[in-house]
């Protein structure tokens, strides 16, 4: 298939789904809408008619999203479905550029694209009423925005995206990392890192050596507090306030306790993929403290920095690696949060080296079978009502050891590659083109 082909063949796909979804609802005792999407339904709802969203309980988004949906309530319940599942092929369509603006043959972009366009989570993910597609679209286009030289544009929606969902906070090190005067000089577009072939490649162990580079990176510029990096924070966390600012004028502390600093502090009792689930289930009606509550976020903070600072001009790497360790890490974790990295995967994958057999298929097994070795027991717990705590949070670690080996494995066989070329390069090779 061309692009084209696939985009529209995904997109019928969507359709049916949700279609599908209307006649499961409607016929089935199991319901395939998402439960989160009956909440973003009524609180949209209640905004429609005057009235704060937050009057839902468990509604702890912004109320951006409530009014997104709002058409929920005059033109089809199922409005929403549809937006996230057109996000969902913008995701796609911005893939597809990123790749094509580091130079991947389009026979590779396909590939790449079909592992998000044709992903049994993330076609799901949209049909069912989950607004993840979203957040993964704004984050691909603040990629596409660096990647532009258009600094102004992925201030402004890095501090939308954060305001909209909290956990692209994690990647504003490596965003400010990649922003270095080498890289951006005055007037100019930065000159991107296109993609070699393996054949023209050096090979995997020289490319390593520049492990020095990639450790490093604050090396590059003379000074941490430069001009462009001084202006996206002041320009993202800027709107961020505002956006914070003027929904705390409209519903008070009961929008900044529920979007946000309940995210910050949230120990959720009901199971799932997380190893704290169970320590939180047995000590939840005791009640926890402030530093009990925060003392889990010291793993993730100290994995996000090192992954950070090692991988940081790899920009679409270090993203994608960082999210799959604060997901795995996280307090919480559900199916919906593996879309976080889901969209990130094509971007890696044409400079990727792991063959599809064996160490391929092995991750995507292990992966897979430790997911369903965790669901088997979950299903155990919620719907036969069996004593399996103990069992499901030993799924749960299992769970944890997959999502590090399957990352391991991937950062071992990274080929690194800087999204720009430093200034310095740039000359070498205007020489060399003039010799």
């Keep these: 298939m061309d692009f084209r082909s696939l985009l529209l063949f995904s997109a019928v796909l969507r359709v049916v789904l949700i279609i599908y979804g209307e006649w499961q609802d409607t016929h089935m ?3 395939y809408t998402d439960v989160d999407y009956l909440v973003f339904s009524d609180a949209a709802s209640l905004m429609a008619s005057g ?8 509604y702890r988004y912004s109320p951006l999203l409530a009014f997104l ?5 005059f033109l089809h319940h199922s409005w929403g479905k549809f937006l996230f ?5 913008l995701v796609g369509l911005l893939i597809h550029t990123i790749l094509k603006l580091r130079g991947v043959p389009e026979n590779l972009c396909i590939y790449s694209l079909a592992v998000w366009l044709f992903n049994p989570f993330t076609i799901t993910i949209g ?3 989950n607004c993840e597609p979203i957040v993964c679209a704004m984050v691909l286009w603040i990629i596409i925005c660096i990647m532009n030289g258009n600094l102004l544009q992925a201030a402004f929606w890095y501090g939308l995206v954060v305001h909209f969902r909290i956990y692209p906070i994690i990647y504003s090190l490596p965003i400010l990392l990649v922003l270095d005067p080498h890289n951006f000089p005055p ?15 050096p090979s995997q162990s020289c490319r390593s050596k520049r492990t020095d580079f990639f450790l490093q990176p604050w090396i590059l510029s003379s000074s941490i507090l430069t001009r462009k990096r001084i202006l996206f924070g002041f320009v993202s966390g800027a709107l961020f306030f505002i956006c914070t600012g003027l929904f705390f004028h409209l519903y008070g502390w009961e929008f900044l306790n529920e979007a946000l600093l309940y995210h910050l502090t949230r120990t959720d009792p009901r199971h799932n993929f997380s190893i704290y689930f169970y320590h939180i289930y047995l000590h939840h009606q005791q009640g926890f403290s402030i530093m009990e509550k925060l003392i889990s976020f010291f793993p993730q903070l100290m994995v996000q920095l090192v992954l950070a600072l090692c991988f940081a001009q790899d920009l ?5 690696v960082q999210t799959v360790a604060f997901v795995a890490f996280n307090k919480v974790i559900t ?8 969209c990130l995967l094509p971007l890696i994958l044409p400079w990727n080296n792991m063959r599809i057999k064996w160490k391929g298929l092995a991750s995507i097994f292990l992966w897979m079978g430790a997911q369903t070795h965790w669901l088997m027991w979950g299903y155990l717990l919620e719907f036969k009502g069996k004593n399996v705590f103990v069992q499901l949070w030993l799924a749960s670690l299992l769970f944890l050891a997959a999502n590090t080996w399957v990352l391991i494995m991937i950062i071992r066989h990274q080929r690194l590659s800087p999204v720009f070329v430093p200034l310095g390069s740039v000359r070498l090779k205007d020489a060399r083109k003039v010799n």
């Design 316 to 320: 679409p790497f270090c993203l994608f």
């Design 69 to 73: 949906l709002i058409p929920n309530s």
């Design 29 to 31: 005792e199991v319901r």
């Design 127 to 129: 049909t069912r009423g």
């Design 335 to 342: 199916a919906q949060y593996f879309v976080w990295f889901f």
């Design 85 to 89: 599942s057109a996000s969902d092929l």
């Design 187 to 201: 007037g100019q577009t930065p000159a991107l890192e296109k993609w070699i072939s393996r054949e023209q490649s």
């Design 51 to 58: 009235k704060s969203p937050y009057e839902r309980s468990t």
